[in-house]
């Protein structure tokens, strides 16, 4: 680890003008970033703690919560109003890491936290062009079993690697932001990019830009909502592929479906495909089925992670079933 400066800042406006005059790296949790320090991925000469920014689960005017940058990923998780209107969210969270991590991690961090492709930390014996643009990227012809089936390019096969950011794609989730220009706000799935020439940005952000929420909106029915997470171990360990979803059915017909999938893009992976294919139509296995299909029919697997293709398929027909009986 390289020597740096640490300056806590008390709320929004302050970390920016420091994190502005020392060109400095916002420190959440500092459960992901810590780590890339550790093993000299990341090499910032000054930190900015934000874990003073706003901490607070408010609920909003249209019937939504606002979540503060700052709210620890277990208190997101055991959140009352979180529990019972976006179950989904809960769940994806309580799917990753462990309760420690989950303690100390905070909003902000999770949404920034990079992705866990191993040449990417290796940066002894790998070429990664996430980590040095134009270097290379040994994992398209590596040990790719983890690694994308869609949205990659020939510059970046990484995942990412958040459960709570898929929730929250499949949610209809805003970010709030403040930089230097003043705040703005982006809708949560325009904030990850694919990797295309670029894989060394994760995400549209300003350079010093902070996020100070994110607001999930009002959406009645995430009230059927869940996560399912397949990965190689039962805890610990980051998704292979998994499936958030919420399901809105009147009689037999889906009326309304929100579906994103994790571990199988740069970014969290909203399925717009297999949403069309299924607004409007019955709630059988036969319809979960050619949704899948469509979803994964642009998929472009490596030499080890072939079997994502299935997974993807079979876990998002499983997960609307359980949704559909959840309401039949
Ligand atoms: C052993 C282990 C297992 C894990 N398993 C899982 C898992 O299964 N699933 C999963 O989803 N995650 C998993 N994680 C990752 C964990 O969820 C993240 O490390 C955590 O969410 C990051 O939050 P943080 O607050 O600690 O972020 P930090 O490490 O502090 O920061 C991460 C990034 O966010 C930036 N940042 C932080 N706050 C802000 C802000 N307000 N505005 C702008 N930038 C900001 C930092 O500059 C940094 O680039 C695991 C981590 C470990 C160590």
């Known amino acids: 680890m390289n020597p740096f400066s640490y300056a806590r800042a008390g709320d929004a406006v302050e970390a920016l003008r420091l994190g502005h005059r020392n060109a400095a790296t916002y420190l959440g949790g500092g459960t992901n ?18 874990t003073g920014l706003s901490a607070t689960i408010e609920e909003t005017e249209g019937g939504g919560l606002l979540i503060g940058a700052a709210v620890r990923n277990t208190a997101l998780a055991e959140h009352r109003a979180v529990r019972s209107r976006y179950p989904v969210l809960a769940r994806a969270i309580l799917a990753g890491a462990s309760a420690q991590i989950r303690n100390m991690a905070t909003v902000g961090g999770n949404l920034l936290q990079r992705t866990r492709c191993t040449y990417f930390y290796d940066t002894d014996g790998s070429r990664c062009n996430k980590r040095a643009r134009g270097s290379g990227c040994d994992a398209i012809e590596g040990l790719n079993r983890g690694h994308a089936i869609l949205g990659a390019s020939s510059a970046c096969v990484a995942t990412h690697p958040s459960d709570m950011c898929v929730a929250l794609a499949a949610l209809h989730t805003i970010v709030h932001l403040q930089g230097s220009g003043g705040a703005r706000t982006l809708p949560f799935g325009e904030l990850h990019r694919l990797p295309g020439d670029h894989p060394e940005l994760d995400t549209v952000l300003e350079p010093g830009e902070l996020i100070t929420a994110i607001e999930l909106l009002s959406l009645p029915f995430a009230s059927n909502s869940t996560y399912r997470k397949v990965r190689d171990r039962a805890s610990y360990a980051f998704a292979l592929v998994s499936v958030a979803a919420a399901l809105e059915m009147d009689g037999g017909r ?73 309401v039949a």
């Open 33 to 50: 970033l810590v780590d890339l320090m550790r093993e000299r991925v990341a090499r910032p000469d000054a930190l900015v703690d934000v």
């Open 254 to 326: 889906i009326t309304d479906v929100r579906i994103a999938l994790g571990g199988v893009a740069h970014k969290p992976w909203r399925a717009l495909k297999a949403e069309a294919a299924l607004r409007d139509g019955p709630a059988t296995e036969q319809s979960f089925r050619d949704a899948a299909i469509a979803e994964l029919a642009d998929a472009k697997p490596l030499r080890d992670n072939g079997f994502k293709v299935e997974l993807a398929k079979r876990v998002l027909v499983a997960v609307l079933g359980d949704l559909a009986g959840a």
